[in-house]
């Protein structure tokens, strides 16, 4: 951290994919802070099988909801009591268009990221009279090396090349305007 910076500003280092490193996060970010006016939960991803539900074993699910709601969730309850005391704040929620489109592609992914909109739904309904507003966004496919791994089991899976299988997720995904994935 640069010296002409602010002690409160810095990186804290957790997984926030377990209830030790989200409470470490709460922790040190209100004792640097006291509080949040943002909170922005983009938390995600899968590394689970492709080849559907027979695949995916309890550790699989559990992973995926870790990763993809229960962050969130964690966070949530962890900085919504100082967003009240102030009686404002936001919280953005990061999902997946997946989350309308089930598939056996990333069958975990899916469900954990259709349970995160509705959860958000249900959270923006009980603080938004408290101030504080509750987003979820659903940005389009990003080919990250995430997804770029997805699409190599995918590939591997289904007995195809690559470029094949790229193309499969995202007609799976209702095509994409612009032909291509934006990039990261």
Do not use: C
């Not at 989200?22 to 943002?38: A, F, H, N, P, Y």
């Amino acid at each position: 951290m640069p010296n002409d910076l602010p002690d409160s500003i810095g990186f804290i280092q957790a997984n926030v994919s377990t209830p030790e490193g989200t409470e470490r996060i709460i922790k040190e970010t209100l004792e640097r802070l006291g509080g949040l006016d943002i909170l922005i939960n983009n938390v995600g991803g899968s590394s689970s099988s492709t080849s559907g539900a027979l695949s995916l074993s309890d550790d699989d699910w559990l992973q995926a909801f870790n990763q993809n709601l229960f962050s969130a969730v964690r966070l949530d309850r962890g900085f919504l009591p100082s967003m009240i005391k102030q009686q404002k704040g936001a919280i953005i929620h990061i999902s997946s268009i997946q989350r309308r489109l089930p598939g056996i592609m990333t069958m975990s992914y899916s469900a954990a990221k259709a349970a995160l909109t509705n959860y958000s739904k249900n959270l923006a309904t009980q603080f938004g009279g408290d101030g504080i507003r509750i987003n979820t966004v659903a940005p389009g496919f990003t080919e990250t090396k995430a997804a770029e791994r997805l699409i190599e089991r995918m590939a591997q899976n289904s007995g195809i090349d690559y470029n094949s299988a790229r193309q499969e997720l995202m007609d799976n995904l209702g095509g994409i305007p612009l032909g291509r994935p934006a990039k990261t």
